[in-house]
């Protein structure tokens, strides 16, 4: 098994109550933030929204976005987002009355047939919390008949808990919603897959999974990158995909997911909220904070009360994490951590000694530093599977010579595809 | 092309080259400890060296490696205009005394400092610096030193002592373990491992050897530690030792000469000390894991039939420096085959050479052994009269066995008789009439240049190779000695300040003559130059005799750094003539080759 055992820094956060910063003034709903092309705006500067009113329709996947709070479009500003991009936000101001569009024909979250609950999802813009944001309809909308469903509670990297904190908390809606998704799917199998070290999910899950047989935990070694989607499936499954998990009629969902199709299920709720992990060097305490879709995260920083000086500020992981430029940044249902680092000097990079080492521990399997060798050589990167790429990092957490190979693997994927 | 260093991952290994670096010399301090044990502490407490001795290895490798780090500073402030604290910091970063430290570990303990310096400027101004330096050189520059060295200047290491340290000289026969297998006419564990002591001083590292290389033991720990923390590319090593003993095990299998024999392939030479250091080293060998099993195991191929299908004595440096060539070629193999399962046609191939020329090398050495001891010929009978030896000896010929009386003098057949034979009347008259019997007789000495009868050759030939393995078999066991040689200075020259001399002995088959070299009172070389010892086979199984030439290497310098006391030096069994004749030749030399 390829990968490597990181220091965590969980227990920095994991037990810390959690903070709910459901309040904010503005927000701030990116429109154009990760795979969606086309937007079609149905609001306008004035227009009054309520939480889950439709703001925008994303042409490309049909799917809706959504207003976190209720009040008063403002404004279109733009805002840092989670890949580091400037994009276009609708600012709505709060009016704190949180009222709520109305609902209709709600059942018990497993008496749905599969063509409502894959409405539903759509409807509710569910998307992949675990970073990707790949729209989870699609994944259940299949002719093949799903027989495995995987719920991805590993958290590999690195000081984030929000999925462990989810778990725990709700514990209940998640095994409860595993179980709709198996009934209105007829799925046989679910696996929960946690980390080995997670005594306490593990205790927590137990009480429930008496009365539900069908679902069953799986303990993964505590590894890097342990929860990448491939690695995960071959762990439970023993095969391995080409291009998505439903060759092998298996749908992996992440455990905050899991949840929001809770919401969606038991009262349409879309995403409006999230658990973000904020921690690091630059705050006095850290812990998992409940914002709301759209914050701008600087005003939850404040109450954290953070020191402004020489601080790297990162949205995601310490691996796969990207530096923001600002910290006038918004929250997206796919971020699920904010780091702050000192900004040290970085060491330079010298020369490599081919040392071999980043062959070695690539999960993808793939020679990052022929990669970097060719970067130039588009034949060559072809022949080297650089496309297999999954940009953990470990290239460049591990190269003794400090070489930001990954980044040279990321320019040679974009020059192979030409852009 | 820059890359913004605010990019991730925020969390790094704390793992750098210079703290791998540190691993590598901590794991290489017990083995540099050893060998200043070796060869200066034990030469001390035996009365061979004084108290500065005790630190020869020591400067030794010191000089090697501070010689390599000035030649990078001054390539560097040469060639690349560097000044001041750049060129302090490209030094640092390019870790300039690798290539002459590991080069020193190689060599010889015989070797000149001077020629230790001159090699380690050639390692790393050869095999780093006119690459680009450190990450850019093809071939591993300490071996490209190392060959450097024991190419242009091997023989005068070799008239010093080798690999020898002067009390190895003294307390061991011959050369270091397997120079020794060249010389010895048989291998079995009484002349392969005992003159050295026993397997476990091939364990341990009491024999002779380079300077690094001997300790097993050591070494193993070593690649242990660095294994462990995740040092060195430990695939290359296991796949290439493991590869040479899976087809030592095959070769010993087939050929029969006892575990002993497994362990000692492993153990001696420079095998462990190559797999570990050598090829293992990062810029030199391939970057993805199949690449390097499929380097490894070619190494371990290629040693194997440098060591058993030629002399040639650097194998494992010689199958790394090759191999060297191929990274990249192993390297496009290892990274695609982990998408391409095709890839593994690469693994099929090498194993199925591995594997068939294990089995070829052992069956040609069988087939040399059975030529030796033919169940065809055998010694009825060794009777010694009147200080004359008579042999009754029966081959097989055509229609039956040949039977024969040989009689030797003190050292030449003066008759051949046969007893018996089985050829049709016509045929044997052919043979008789041609006189054939005779010929052999008058050209005891050159077999080879008496042709067989055209119309009886399966007799004529078994009457040859009867005389010849009788030969053999007098020669081999009887200890025979030539009394009263006639020794005699038959040409004299002067070179500068020393003199050239032609010396002329009695020996085997004839005479022999000896080049010495003189300076003052005392021998500086000797090389037979002339000999009629017939040299049937080079290899190390030698049917007949062993050449005067192939003594050189141990026995020659022995006489050499022994030459005021030549009578203790024992001659060389399987050789016995020609070593005492080379012997007799210098003990003459001394007496008579005085200046003036």
Redesign the interface.
């Known amino acids: 098994m390829r990968g490597i055992k990181?220091?965590g820094h969980k227990d920095l956060t994991k037990d810390k109550k959690i903070l709910i910063v459901d309040k904010p003034k503005y927000v701030y709903i990116p429109l154009i933030c990760n795979n969606e092309e086309d937007i079609d705006i149905r609001i306008r500067k004035g227009s009054i929204v309520s939480v889950g009113s439709i703001l925008a329709m994303d042409k490309k996947s049909n799917m809706p976005i959504h207003s976190s709070i209720s009040g008063r479009v403002v404004d279109f500003v733009d805002k840092y987002c989670y890949t580091g991009n400037v994009v276009k936000t609708i600012q709505i101001e709060n009016d704190f009355k949180d009222t709520k569009v109305k609902v209709t024909d709600l059942k018990e979250i497993d008496k749905y047939t599969k063509k409502e609950f894959l409405n539903i999802l759509k409807e509710c813009g569910i998307k992949g919390m675990g970073g990707a944001n790949f729209p989870t309809y699609i994944k259940y909308d299949t002719k093949t008949r799903i027989k495995h469903l995987i719920i991805n509670a590993v958290e590999c990297e690195?000081y984030i808990t929000a999925d462990y904190r989810i778990v725990i908390d709700h514990a209940k809606e998640i095994i409860e919603t595993i179980d709709a998704i198996m009934t209105i799917n007829k799925i046989e199998h679910a696996y929960i897959a946690i980390k080995k070290n997670n005594k306490d999910i593990i205790k927590v899950l137990d009480n429930y999974l008496s009365i539900y047989p069908r679902i069953k935990i799986v303990l993964v070694p505590n590894i890097y990158p342990m929860g990448w989607e491939r690695k995960l499936v071959n762990y439970i499954l023993h095969k391995d995909y080409n291009m998505l998990p439903i060759e092998l009629d298996a749908v992996v969902n992440n455990v905050s997911t899991i949840y929001a199709i809770y919401n969606a299920l038991k009262y349409k709720m879309p995403i409006t909220s999230r658990l973000v992990t904020i921690v690091g060097d630059g705050l006095k305490k850290g812990t998992n904070v409940d914002v709301k879709i759209g914050q701008d995260i600087s005003e939850v920083l404040d109450i954290l009360g953070h020191k402004k000086r020489d601080l790297?500020f990162?949205s995601g992981g310490?691996?796969?994490?990207?530096?923001i430029e600002d910290e006038n940044f918004v929250v997206t249902g796919n971020v699920n951590a904010i780091?702050l680092?000192k900004?040290d000097d970085?060491?330079?990079s010298?020369?490599?000694?081919?040392?071999?080492?980043?062959?070695?521990i690539c999960p993808a399997?793939?020679?990052p530093?022929?990669i970097k060798e060719n970067?130039n050589n588009v034949e060559e990167l072809e022949?080297?599977?650089t496309l297999?790429c999954i940009e953990c990092?470990?290239c460049?957490?591990?190269?003794?010579?400090?070489i930001?190979l990954?980044?040279?693997v990321i320019?040679a994927k974009k020059n192979v595809r030409g852009e | 092309m820059e890359i913004e260093t605010k990019l991730g991952p925020f969390m790094k290994s704390d793992d750098s080259t210079s703290k791998i670096m540190k691993r590598l010399l901590i794991a290489l301090l017990p083995i540099i400890l050893f060998s200043v044990y070796k060869n200066g502490v034990l030469l001390y407490i035996k009365g061979y060296t004084n108290f500065f001795g005790i630190f020869y290895p020591l400067i030794f490798i010191i000089l090697g490696g501070l010689t390599s780090m000035v030649t990078e500073e001054a390539f560097l402030f040469i060639f690349k205009k560097q000044r001041g604290n750049d060129l302090i910091k490209s030094v640092i970063s390019s870790y300039g005394f690798i290539p002459g430290l590991f080069l020193s570990l190689v060599l010889p303990i015989n070797t000149p400092l001077a020629i230790v310096f001159i090699g380690s400027v050639v390692a790393s101004l050869i095999g780093k610096m006119i690459y680009g330096g450190f990450g850019y050189n093809i071939f591993n520059p300490a071996l490209v030193g190392a060959i450097f060295v024991i190419t242009c200047y091997g023989a005068l290491i070799g008239t010093r002592g080798g690999y020898l340290n002067r009390y190895e000289i003294d307390t061991i026969a011959t050369a270091t373990p397997r120079t020794n297998m060249q010389l010895v006419d048989s291998i079995n564990y009484d002349s392969i491992i005992k003159p050295y002591g026993s397997m476990k001083d091939f364990f341990i590292g009491n024999i002779p050897g380079s300077i690094g290389e001997t300790s097993s033991l050591l070494i193993i720990i070593a690649f242990i530690y660095l294994t462990v923390t995740k040092t060195i590319k430990w695939r290359i090593p296991l796949s290439y030792v493991g590869t040479f003993f899976l087809m030592t095990i095959i070769f010993d299998y087939i050929v029969g000469y006892g575990d002993w024999y497994i362990k000692y392939e492993i153990l001696s030479g420079g095998l462990l000390f190559g797999s570990v250091f050598m090829a293992t080293d990062p810029v030199t060998s391939p970057v993805t894991n199949k690449g390097q099993i499929l380097y490894g195991m070619s190494l371990g191929f290629m040693t194997f039939l440098l060591r058993y299908l030629t002399n040639y004595p650097e194998g494992v440096m010689t199958s790394i420096l090759f191999m060297n060539a191929l990274v990249l070629f192993f390297d496009k193999i290892g990274s695609r085959i982990e998408y391409n399962k095709l890839y593994y046609i690469a693994f099929a191939i090498l194993s199925i050479c591995i594997i068939g020329f294990g089995i070829y090398v052992g069956k040609i050495n069988v087939k040399d052994d059975e030529k030796i001891m033919s169940s065809d010929f055998a010694i009825l009978s060794k009777k010694k009269n009147d200080g004359n030896t008579v042999y009754e000896v029966t081959q097989k010929g055509f229609g039956g066995n040949i039977k024969a009386r040989i009689i030797f003098d003190s050292r030449n057949i003066t008759s051949i008789e046969v007893l018996e034979q089985y050829e049709s009347e016509d045929r044997y008259a052919l043979i008789e009439e041609s006189d054939y019997i005779n010929k052999l007789l008058e050209n005891q000495h050159d077999l080879d240049s008496v042709d067989t009868i055209s119309s009886a050759t399966i007799t004529s030939s078994a009457l040859k190779k009867m005389v010849s393995r009788t030969i053999n078999s007098y020669v081999g066991q009887t200890g025979v000695t030539i009394t009263n040689p006639h020794t005699e200075i038959i040409s004299k020259n002067y070179d500068r300040d020393v003199r050239i001399y032609v010396v002329r002995t009695d020996s085997f088959g004839g005479k022999i003559d000896v080049q010495v070299v003189m300076k003052g009172n005392t021998i500086r070389t000797a090389i037979p130059i002339n000999y009629n010892d017939t040299c049937i086979s080079e290899s190390k199984k030698s049917e007949y005799y062993m050449c005067p030439e192939y003594l050189e290497q141990g026995y020659i310098n022995k006489l050499i750094i022994n030459q005021d006391s030549l009578d203790s030096v024992d001659t060389v069994s399987g050789a016995t003539i020609s070593s005492k004749a080379i012997k007799d030749a210098l003990i003459y030399m001394k007496e008579e080759g005085l200046d003036g």
């Not at chain 1, 310490?318 to 530096?323: A, V």
């Not at chain 1, 460049?396 to 400090?402: L, T």
Request: charged fraction near 25%; include cysteine.
């Open positions: 990181l220091e690195p790297l990162i310490p691996m796969m994490g990207k530096t780091l680092i900004n970085i060491d330079l010298s020369t490599c000694l081919r040392c071999g080492k980043c062959t070695n399997k793939l020679s530093i022929m970067i022949k080297l599977n297999k990092g470990l460049s957490y591990i190269c003794p010579a400090k930001l990954r980044e040279y320019r």
